[in-house]
């Protein structure tokens, strides 16, 4: 049996976490799209006229030079 102000604290604690879930994805999200903007204006300076395509590729190719590098960060 629960005593009397338990459960709001409960549901406090348990709303503060999803709040903090909820920021913490949208912070996520907005850094993701900053760095995808920021490899767009470098790859467009470099190869003008790209199409969505040939740049898909290279953010793949982005995506797997890191997860080498965690990669081999993690294996040391």
Do not use: C, W
């Amino acid at each position: 049996m629960s005593h009397p102000g338990n459960d709001e604290i409960i549901d406090n604690e348990r709303d503060t976490r999803l709040e903090l879930s909820k920021n913490m994805v949208f912070a996520v999200t907005e850094m993701g799209i900053e760095m995808v903007q920021e490899i767009a204006a470098e790859t467009l300076k470099r190869k003008p006229g790209m199409q969505v395509k040939e740049f898909t590729k290279v953010l793949d190719q982005y995506l797997e030079r890191q997860r080498e590098l965690i990669n081999n960060a993690t294996d040391k």
